[in-house]
């Protein structure tokens, strides 16, 4: 197991920019996968991004080209960098690392982007 925990969220006007962080309790050498999901009110998680332990990363069509998906592994962090944010990005976000044996979320942290 692994506890998460996310920062990083806040309100920005359409076409700014945030970068959330995902700090994990211990290594994230070996974990598998690591990611961001989302959900907005009324609407079921999605996912975002996720990133390999290879740092093989997955992007949603909705972000690809405006976010990016990093490890920091001497940090045991993961971040989440968000350009050209939409009002559509709104939602709470949420870091996950999954593994052998364990699927780990954190609490989530709400990004508003007004229009």
């Known amino acids: 197991q692994v506890q998460l925990v996310e920062s990083g969220g806040g309100l920005v006007q359409a076409g700014g920019s945030l970068r959330l962080s995902c700090a994990a309790s211990r290594s994230i050498f070996s974990i598998n996968v690591m990611g961001w999901y989302r959900q907005a009110p009324g609407k079921q998680r999605e996912l975002v991004a996720v990133i390999t332990s290879g740092g093989r990363t997955t992007y949603a069509e909705s972000v690809k080209g405006r976010f990016t998906i990093s490890r920091d592994n001497a940090k045991n962090t993961v971040y989440l960098q968000m350009n050209s944010l939409k009002p559509e990005d709104t939602a709470v976000y949420y870091c996950?690392?999954?593994?052998?044996?364990?699927?780990?979320w954190g609490q989530g942290t709400q990004v508003t982007v007004s229009s």
């Open positions: 996950n690392a999954r593994g052998l044996g364990y699927d780990s």
